[in-house]
């Protein structure tokens, strides 16, 4: 069973920056897809980011340009980069790691980002 846990989370200005972290174990091979998944106050869920094991990425269109995604696959870490944080941002952070590409297997226990002045 994979385990993730994140770390990063908190209070931060508009235009700040915060840097998301979130390491799997339970496994002895790296997860193929690691990612993070973002849910606004009113529920609403989005992908923010995700990362294949071989270097693939993918972005929301809403974060493009100020959010990086990392992995560490030596460690099975990833780690999601937030740059220009905008009130809009606000939300709880999910990690996840996916057998395939496509998939959605285990999840974090979510971090809170609250973009405010």
């Known amino acids: 069973q994979v385990q993730l846990v994140e770390s990063g989370g908190g209070l931060v200005q508009p235009g700040g920056s915060l840097r998301l972290s979130c390491a799997a174990s339970g496994s002895t091979v790296s997860p193929y897809a690691m990612g993070w998944y973002r849910q606004f106050p009113g529920k609403q869920r989005e992908r923010v980011a995700r990362m294949a094991r071989g270097g693939l990425t993918d972005y929301a269109d809403s974060v493009k340009g100020r959010f990086t995604v990392s992995r560490d696959n030596a460690r099975s870490t990833v780690h999601l980069q937030m740059n220009s944080l905008q009130p809009e941002d606000t939300a709880v952070y999910y990690c996840?790691?996916?057998?395939?590409?496509?998939?959605?297997?285990?999840w974090g226990q979510g971090t809170q980002v609250t973009v405010s002045s």
């Open positions: 996840y790691a996916g057998k395939s590409w496509f998939s959605y297997d285990y």
